[in-house]
């Protein structure tokens, strides 16, 4: 839900679901062209959900990776526990030639030396930590099992219930399907390709094609909406034991207690990449603009070059 509301026409009349107050103006140079062109790029609901959605999903992160610290393995199936073989663990070994702590990411069999970041890191006192993931990214930032609980699962039903409302005006304002559905000729591998090269080279949309998404956004976001975000919501609810009394089949669904686990992980590292990769488009868009569109609505597109 880390997107944002394009409108293809500033213009759309309210009974469409477009912006309400959607408008543009265009400041115009000393040689008569225009210079640029300032549109109403972000609806209310769409502000407000983003900004909810990003506080939600930090503070997951930090109380779910407090929460895998007590128990760093992960496993397939119905059952997991210390001496079963497990698809990933974060381990800290001691080192038989310098006694000194040696942080192990196991992935499938395989080792991996992590020590300072995952396994084994530092105090401010350089004194070794044996934790999987480091006190500072954590909620809280230390020992606190049932205080991380009680993050997770609160912040949990803020994010829940700010994902419904996002869904309900998405569906009802025609968001969804005027702005994120890509277009029969948006699928074309061609334009696909074009639109990929695009970005490897850094490329900023101008003019006309900076009012609305590309292909790569929309598909991009689609899936984050519909298949991620409802992934970490039902792999969370398999974890715990009163919802899948009321609900066995969520075991069915994914595998096992375990399996929704490590689903739920590998879910939330990948909700991870995406705001990273999200971040990184929005630097090189412009920051400034981009950080303005989401807090005011407003936006200014750049000229295309030649016009």
Not at 62 to 80: I, K, T
Not at 165 to 188: I, Q, T
Not at 299 to 305: G, L
């Amino acid at each position: 839900m880390n997107e944002q509301s394009q409108l293809a026409d500033a213009q759309a009349p309210a009974s469409q679901g477009a912006t309400v107050g959607a408008a543009t103006s265009i400041s115009v140079a000393p040689n008569g062209k225009p210079a640029r062109e300032v549109m109403y790029r972000h609806s209310v609901v769409v502000r407000l959900t983003h900004w909810i959605n990003a506080l939600c999903l930090v503070l997951l992160l930090m109380s779910g990776l407090r929460l895998f610290n007590y128990h760093p393995a992960l496993y397939w199936g119905d059952y997991g526990y210390r001496g079963m073989p497990s698809v990933f663990s974060i381990n800290a070994f001691e080192d038989i030639d310098t006694d000194e702590p040696v942080g192990v990411t196991i992935i499938a069999g395989h080792n991996f030396i992590t020590t300072g970041v995952l396994g084994v890191s530092y105090d401010g006192d350089g004194m070794p930590i044996g934790e999987a993931f480091p006190n500072w990214i954590t909620l809280p930032g230390g020992p606190g099992l049932g205080l991380a609980r009680d993050w997770h699962f609160a912040l949990a039903w803020a994010f829940v219930l700010n994902g419904v409302a996002y869904l309900l005006f998405g569906l009802l304002s025609g968001h969804f399907r005027r702005d994120l559905v890509p277009a029969r000729a948006e699928m074309r591998p061609r334009h696909i390709l074009r639109d990929l090269w695009n970005h490897m080279l850094l490329r900023r949309a101008r003019g006309d094609a900076a009012r609305r998404y590309n292909v790569l956004q929309k598909l991009a976001y689609l899936t984050v909406i519909f298949v991620l975000l409802p992934l970490m919501v039902l792999t969370g609810l398999t974890m715990s034991p009163a919802v899948t009394a009321a609900f066995p089949f969520l075991f069915d669904l994914f595998g096992g207690r375990q399996s929704a686990r490590t689903i739920h992980f590998i879910v939330a590292n990948l909700l991870v990449l995406f705001v990273l990769i999200h971040i990184v488009q929005v630097l090189i868009a412009g920051p400034l603009n981009e950080m303005r569109s989401m807090i005011t609505g407003r936006f200014a597109i750049r000229p295309e070059v030649g016009k």
